[in-house]
């Protein structure tokens, strides 16, 4: 079974700062990756994935990450952050099944504050 | 376009009772995902519904079951509510059968539906 570990609870950077979110994964073979953000009160939105290919992904609002394969990471990064870039970010592990659908395993989140 | 909607939007319900949730998928979806998030915690996938029937379930009891509309939409029903399920529900929906040049099987995640037991 694959599992997800976000090492960071709460993240806080200032406006402007450049953010880097950890995500590590388990599985046996390389896996879908997924990044989804969740503001107060909404339900998730994908801001990246990756299936294959191109191990850095570009995703939505300026956020890009990268697999790395040798150190089971998917890490979310973003030169410049801004203030309405503060929520809860969720990073997803999905074993690929035929057809190519998947059910994402979550992580516990990061919430990320930023400060003015 | 509408997106995936759910309702209620909040619902407080007494334990020992049972609760049915509501989820409309995206236009163009098949099939329906539902998942619980506990406070300070991720989403756990609770069941996945495609034509009608359900496809594959997490590690939830026999309490949690669900229904799959010939519309799409689809119910989530908890009976024997525990405090423990005071959660929000969110329900999510893709298409089983992508084009290749959308988002492959994508799920589009509804705004959820908080339940309180008490």
């Known amino acids: 079974a694959q599992s997800v570990t976000q090492p960071d609870i709460h993240i806080t950077v200032s406006e402007g700062a450049s953010l880097e979110l950890r995500c590590n994964y388990s599985?046996?073979?390389?896996?879908?990756l997924f990044w989804y953000v969740q503001s107060p009160g909404q339900g998730l939105q994908l801001l990246l994935k990756?299936?294959?290919?191109?191990?850095l992904v570009q995703g939505i609002k300026g956020f890009e990450a990268e697999f790395k394969r040798s150190q089971s990471s998917f890490n979310l990064r973003k030169p410049s952050v801004h203030w309405s870039d503060a929520a809860e970010y969720f990073c997803?592990?999905?074993?690929?099944?035929?057809?190519?659908?998947?059910?994402?395993?979550f992580g516990r989140g990061t919430s990320l504050i930023v400060h003015p | 376009d509408a997106g995936v909607t759910q309702s209620p939007t909040h619902l407080i319900k007494t334990r020992g009772q049972q609760v049915t949730l509501r989820c409309s998928p995206k236009?163009?979806?098949?099939?329906v995902s539902w998942y619980q998030q506990a406070l300070g915690q991720g989403p756990q996938f609770i069941f996945q519904?495609?034509?009608?029937?359900?496809?594959q379930r997490g590690n939830f009891p026999d309490r949690f079951s669900g229904h799959q509309f010939p519309n799409y939409s689809s119910e989530l029903n908890v009976n024997a509510l525990l405090l423990g399920d005071s959660a929000l529900y969110l329900c999510?929906?893709?298409?089983?059968?992508?084009?290749?040049?959308?988002?492959?099987?994508?799920?589009?995640f509804g705004p959820g539906t908080r339940l309180t037991v008490t």
């Open positions: 599985y046996g073979a390389t896996p879908y």
């Open positions: 990756y299936f294959s290919g191109d191990t």
């Open positions: 999510a929906s893709s298409l089983a059968a992508p084009n290749t040049r959308d988002r492959d099987h994508e799920q589009y």
């Open positions: 519904y495609y034509e009608e029937e359900e496809r």
């Open positions: 997803a592990v999905g074993a690929p099944r035929s057809g190519g659908s998947y059910i994402p395993t």
């Open positions: 236009s163009g979806h098949d099939t």
